[in-house]
């Protein structure tokens, strides 16, 4: 069984960059797409970003498009999402899911109900 740890979360001030963390652990495979996601208090999980497993291809939601990034190191069953030019409405629980089917090396899910593995979460809190 794969379980998935994010870290880096933290406080931070508007403008300021933070990298999050996605480990797997557990019955790993290099073929997953991973994508994250990020839920504020009262509002409903959303998208951020994916990655497929060959890490050719990523895509992101407009709202962080040209501030955040992907990326993976397989040797350390690690994906990253570095977030630069923080802003205040970052400010959420970050989640990193994967994709464990089969896919192609360019395949990335941006749609919740493709995932199966989820981390715990870590949060990101950006003042202004």
């Known amino acids: 069984q794969v379980q998935l740890v994010e870290s880096g979360g933290g406080l931070v001030q508007t403008g300021d960059s933070l990298r999050l963390s996605c480990v797997a652990r557990g019955r790993t495979s290099t073929r997953n797409p991973v994508g994250w996601f990020r839920q504020a208090p009262g509002k409903e999980r959303e998208f951020v970003g994916a990655i497929s497993w060959s890490g050719s291809t990523t895509y992101y939601s407009d709202s962080v498009k040209g501030r955040f990034a992907i990326s993976r190191d397989d040797a350390k069953n690690t994906v990253y999402l570095q977030m630069n030019s923080l802003k205040p409405e970052d400010t959420a629980v970050y989640y990193c899911?994967?994709?464990?089917?089969?896919?192609?090396?360019?395949?990335?899910?941006?749609?919740?109900?493709?995932?199966?593995?989820w981390g715990q979460g870590t949060q990101v809190t950006v003042s202004s």
């Open positions: 899911a994967a994709v464990r089917g089969p896919a192609s090396p360019t395949s990335y899910y941006p749609n919740r109900s493709d995932y199966d593995t």
